[in-house]
């Protein structure tokens, strides 16, 4: 299935969730915030959100600092 990451399209497996994409992305789930659909996705909700053709996905990198 396809769908978009940051504003670029992606193929993922069905089924796909969005610890699956994170992961993918080798990126640490602790600083990062993920919308799918303009929604706002609980860290903990990560593993049992699966994603559906279409969907879009905006994956924030969080950083420390002053």
Avoid: C, W, Y
């Avoid at 969730?17 to 929604?39: G, H, R, Y």
Wanted: glycine share 10%.
């Amino acid at each position: 299935m396809k769908i978009r990451i940051n504003e670029e399209e992606r193929d993922v497996p069905e089924g796909a969730s969005v610890a699956d994409i994170v992961a993918t992305l080798s990126l640490n789930p602790k600083f990062i915030a993920v919308e799918v659909n303009l929604e706002l996705i609980p860290r903990a909700e990560h593993g049992s959100h699966k994603l559906s053709d279409g969907d879009q996905l905006e994956v924030v990198t969080l950083v420390g600092g002053g």
